[in-house]
């Protein structure tokens, strides 16, 4: 086998003789000689000539072939026994799906709503700004991903192998270029189905998924010898099994603080909190394509990063031609969150820019201990209500921003709750702020025309992952504390993304099954 790498222009995609070809002079045979040509990779190269680029992996005849994958098979699971999984985001769907694999059940508690239930309580977050904190943009069925534009940019098999993630994603119904898009999306638009799909799947084979189950209790309890779980819900729902994997995203405060109050493992973690940025998503396309755009050429996005008083400040969950979304989880929160539908076609393109937070950053949260940065991420958050008194977004234009200037008016916005002309340069704390004002101009030199008065500045963007980890143990997953607990994903604080959530609800449910076959 070997890998070559080709180039054809963008509206030009290669055909299978063309790849052959290709393939031919790369292994110096000739063409009838190619047995295999497959592309690895694409990659859309706008330096200059507005190109794609092709990884290709080719075989000679009388090679080894190239390696295919299979998704291994479902089974059905009826009269297994139950896995309880606390959360229906990418780690706990993922994790589920590989106990059909293993031959055991599981059964999903979900405190939001199905996807379907879950679109009206999110219309009513954002035409009334009343929010339902059991089920909006970062609860409910599919998790916070769902809404957000369906983003794998994970390309990395260090933790586990990535194509049982994609492979599954495909086969429920996302396109297959993201098999080998360097940065693969599904789309806000086409995720519902999907993760309708993967529901209906589990349950025909034998799984189960209880919705509106909000978990408030943990019990470990001692049956027929074995050790087991009881786990209680808000409504009184209790179940038992002997393992609970824990997927319950970001966002899971009440979570937190359950492990608190019985005094289980927990420690603080950094995290990234700013602001979102809005463009035109026409200035970025003429910015990244050298002025070259065209109305069929996808929607041109960008990664920015720098340093800033010894911590990073770098664009996510960067969203070309996307919407503002409301993703608060409680009243009295203003938090922003990006999502694009497939087609990328809105008028705006967002970004989050954001800077690292550690502990040391803010002393005077220290009295909160593990909880100091999941207090000040509260703070913030309420903080942006208190100036707009509703889910309005402060907001000031980027220039305004860097000078210390009111905004005497605001460009419009994706932002269907709207925003209100606010000093973020004093709502923002002073340290986030000085990093973030250093940051623009410094990406202004990486992206020239980037810092205009013609961006608007939104706050906050505050939910890039979990200022909380559960620890747990390297070789069994399981909670240091909880044998048999198997915290996972974003909200244990081992993930960021749907592909590493998911890739991390699979380790644990691997875990689980190989201790329970020991």
Known sequence: MKEFEIAFPLRHTPSEAELKAAAARALGVRTERVAQARVLRRSLDARGEILYRYRVAAAAVGEEPLEEYHLPDYKNVSTAEPVIIVGSGPAGMFAALRLLMEGRKPVILERGQDVHARKGDIATLSTAGRVNPDSNYCFGEGGAGTFSDGKLFTRSNKRGDIREVLHQLVAFGADPSILVDAHPHIGSDRLPLIVERIRQCIVEHGGEYHFGERVVDLHPVMGAGKRAW???????????????????????????RLFAEKGWALEAKGFALGVRAEHPQSLINRIRYHGKYQPDMPAAEYALVTQAQGRGVFSFCMCPGGILVPSCSAAGEVVLNGMSNSQRNSRWANAGIVCSVEPGDVPEYDKYGVFALLEFQEAVERRMYAFSDSIQAPAQRMMDFCRKAL????????????????????????????????????????MKGYYTNDA???????????????????????????????????????????????????????????????
């Open 230 to 256: 009881k786990v209680i819900c808000a409504d009184g729902l209790c179940l038992e099994a002997p393992a609970v994997i824990l997927a319950t995203g970001h966002s899971s405060r009440d979570l937190y």
């Open 407 to 446: 905004s005497a008016s605001l460009p419009a916005t994706s932002y269907h709750p709207g925003a209100v002309s606010a000093p973020l340069h004093e709502l923002l704390p002073d340290f986030v702020y000085s990093r973030l004002r250093e940051a623009f101009p410094a990406f202004n030199r990486q």
């Open 456 to 518: 608007l500045l939104l706050a906050c963007e505050s939910r890039t992952s979990s200022p909380v980890r559960i620890p747990r143990a390297p070789e069994t997953l399981e909670s240091l504390s909880c044998p048999g607990l198997y915290p996972c994903g974003e909200g244990a604080g081992y993930a960021g993304g749907i592909v590493s959530s998911a890739i991390d609800g699979i380790l644990a449910a691997q875990a689980l099954c190989h201790a329970q076959r020991r």
